[in-house]
């Protein structure tokens, strides 16, 4: 079984930043094979897609409206992925969620208002 954990999240200004970590675990569990995900989600409205980062990190993804401003990353010694927030605004307000295969965390809550 592989636990998945996130962080950092938390209240932010409109122009803030945010670093959101997320470690997964578990008996000879490795995040080094695997892509990883962030997705964010709020009430009423369907989990989507954030960032997306190749198990090399050769490739990533952003959503339109956060490229240029998070930047997804990954540390496999660590079993961590990262995703740095920067130039916040309101409308970034969720849930944000880490994924590896089927496993999911239980999600971080970002609120970003003045």
Not at 51 to 60: Q, Y
Request: aromatic residues 10%.
């Amino acid at each position: 079984q592989v636990q998945v954990v996130e962080s950092g999240g938390g209240q932010a200004q409109p122009g803030g930043s945010l670093r959101l970590s997320c470690v997964a675990s578990g008996p000879g569990f490795t995040i080094r094979d695997y892509d990883m995900m962030w997705y964010r989600q709020v009430p009423g409205k369907e989990r989507e897609l954030v960032a997306h980062i190749g198990s090399t990190s050769s490739s990533t993804y952003y959503k339109d409206a956060v490229k240029g401003r998070f930047t997804i990353s990954r540390d496999n010694v660590k079993n961590t992925v990262y995703l740095q927030m920067n130039s916040l605004k309101p409308e970034d307000t969720a849930a944000y969620y880490c994924n590896v295969l089927q496993y999911w965390g239980q999600g971080t809550q970002v609120t970003v208002s003045s």
